[in-house]
């Protein structure tokens, strides 16, 4: 294998580049993800990492949610919250 003899300064905009294309792949991949989970019954169920309906059961729980920010994702709670 032939290499080529790099300047300091070819060195550094591949470093640059490569710390570019990490930054990017960090953020993008987690958007993509989801993870798979088996239920009671056996069957598959796919769970997204960051869920955009939420249903609060436990009046403390919608308090968490609420001061989380997550306000806009609650869908509906139960009787037992004021």
Same mark, same amino acid.
């Given at each position: 294998?032939?290499?080529? /003899? %790099? $300047?300091?300064?070819?060195?550094?905009?591949?470093? !640059?580049?490569?710390?570019?294309?990490?930054?990017? %792949?960090?953020?993008?991949? /987690?958007?993509?993800?989801?993870?798979?989970?088996?239920?009671?019954?056996?069957? $598959?169920?796919?769970? /997204?990492?960051?869920?955009?309906?939420?249903?609060?059961?436990? /009046?403390?729980?919608?308090?968490?949610?609420?001061? %989380?920010?997550?306000?806009?994702?609650?869908?509906?709670? $139960?009787?037992?919250? !004021?």
């Amino acid at each position: 294998m032939i290499t080529l /003899p %790099l $300047s300091r300064n070819a060195s550094r905009v591949d470093v !640059k580049r490569i710390l570019v294309c990490f930054c990017l %792949l960090t953020f993008v991949v /987690p958007s993509w993800a989801s993870r798979i989970l088996k239920d009671e019954t056996g069957r $598959s169920v796919t769970v /997204p990492d960051h869920p955009h309906r939420i249903i609060c059961l436990v /009046p403390s729980i919608t308090d968490s949610v609420f001061s %989380l920010g997550a306000s806009d994702d609650v869908v509906a709670v $139960s009787d037992y919250v !004021k």
